[in-house]
């Protein structure tokens, strides 16, 4: 199984992507979609005159404030725009796709997020009426029966919460969680990037091979919204994926090369090994390589 | 089984509606929801200041024209708002409900349409370039399926092509087309009147009954969008759906009181009985009421 994250970066350019997800449907691979939004959101808004705040978080991470407002832009251009539009191109190429959002069948569920803010004056500020929302579960009997049904679901990153709302949930979390709880050997994240780079300006510094004794090396290096990709794709390989990675979506083949070995790959499950250690604990044991040791 | 269409006109209404589509869900019937989203669709146009070209039809029934961009404004309106929140309401409700439009799982295809439009001057224009489709299939085995699952499924008016496009359907004659393929019992149509009246302005001119063989006399009496729901009921009780019934979507029970009457029924198998006739022909045959011979 394949999970793969198509991120709101590629502004729609998914032709190259849905060949592959071809590809991978025809050799009989299970395949989970799971796109972002966040662009044709901010889009969407500026035609309609509505203006997005930005939110700082303590941790120096920039993101929108999902007002009632912007959420409803949010599930039109996201869950509405991007998501229909992408099955019918999936469809299209003989690919039986499905789409949905938190809501159908309940496959995603969140609970309301209290955000810190930093206000200009460097003091910490709560919203506690934003509507974005912490993933509190995923449905992976209903991915699992739509799975076996043939069915390639296409997942929005829009959540339904307790309170019977949708929320906007981080894609990249999503699509991690999701990994994690079908068991997927792999999670393809696609983005505007050729993977994680040491140096931003040189792309001849990109990060081949994370392990996951390199977390906190990694975490540094990481800046942005790479850092959120970074910190889903270690909970993915730390929870059993095999790997992470972390590709272009602009390549000729971008999941086919991705899974060749082209961007950053955080190797998960297949480089240690798990034994109960006869006191009732789960242990994971890491093969640790020289690459890694070398890497620090 | 019943399939339930959900007018535009309702405007997000959908309170009462979702409140009894739950009772219905909790007696264990089966219930599939279509939608409208015609008016979602214009409000987002204006206030994206996009200008909406009304046509015609030599018939002179009027309908809006859907170009590309349309297009893009009622897959966002209609399959993305009210789908979206209208699945998270009835979530919210403890109901199981996915949303679907044409694409997902191709449960809708339809055929591009070339619209025939009368100029001022009175002269006919054919437009090939519409994003609107006649509906050439409905996947009754997914409905099924999901159906069979537990779901109450809720439809978009978004049809899928043969080419490979999203396409604005008529909402009254999918709602129809899926109850006949569903060999539902009962087609309720809610939107924001009473039912068929002889006369506009006079509510107690509500037609209670309509039987098969007043379908040439009620197509004179219903005008404008009223004579769509009236075509699209005529199809399906011919096709086996018991009662189709016109009812307003404004009253405290929407769907239960229509199904104890309140509204304009057409009776279908129900006053009718089918059976081979020996030489290989399918033979329908009609119970006449009194009523409806003295109806005319």
């Known amino acids: ?13 998914f032709r190259n992507v849905c060949a592959d997800i071809k590809r991978l449907y025809d050799m009989g691979k299970k395949v989970v979609v799971v796109h972002g939004g966040g662009e044709a959101t901010n889009e969407l808004s500026r035609r309609l005159g509505i203006e ?30 991007i998501n229909r539009f992408l099955v019918a191109e999936l469809q299209s190429l003989g690919v039986q796709a499905i789409g949905l959002s938190g809501a159908d069948g309940r496959v995603v ?9 930093v206000t200009p004056e460097g003091k910490i500020r709560l919203i506690r009426d934003d ?18 049904m043939g069915f ?18 981080d894609g990249d979390t999503l699509a991690s969680k999701i990994a994690l709880c079908l068991k997927s050997e792999d999670l393809i994240i696609l983005s505007d990037v050729p993977g994680l780079l040491r140096d931003l300006r040189d ?25 959120k990709k970074v910190m889903a794709l270690f909970e993915a390989v730390r929870g059993g994926v095999e790997r992470g990675i972390i590709a272009s979506g602009y390549n000729d083949s971008p999941i086919i090369s991705a899974l060749q070995g082209k961007g950053t790959i955080f190797r998960g499950r297949s480089e240690c090994n798990f034994e109960p250690d ?15 040791l070398e890497a620090g």
Chains 1, 2 share one sequence.
């Open 1 to 13: 199984m394949i999970v793969v994250k198509i991120g709101g970066s590629l502004n729609g350019n």
């Open 52 to 81: 997005v705040e930005k939110v700082i978080s303590p941790s120096g991470i920039e993101s929108r404030r999902t007002t009632k407002e912007v959420l409803e832009v949010f599930v039109m251009a996201c869950a509405g725009k």
């Open 109 to 117: 569920e969140a609970e309301r997020k209290v955000i810190k803010a």
């Open 131 to 148: 509507y974005s929302g912490k993933i509190r579960s995923i449905n992976a009997t209903f991915l699992n029966q739509l799975l076996d």
């Open 152 to 169: 390639v679901p296409v997942v929005a990153p829009v959540a339904f919460s307790s309170e019977g709302e949708l929320l906007n949930v």
């Open 203 to 227: 792309p001849e510094s990109l990060i081949e091979d994370v392990f996951p004794d390199m977390e906190a090396e990694i975490l540094r290096v990481a800046k942005g919204r790479m850092k």
């Open 278 to 292: 006869g006191v009732g604990r789960e242990v994971w044991k890491w093969r640790i390589s020289q690459s890694a």
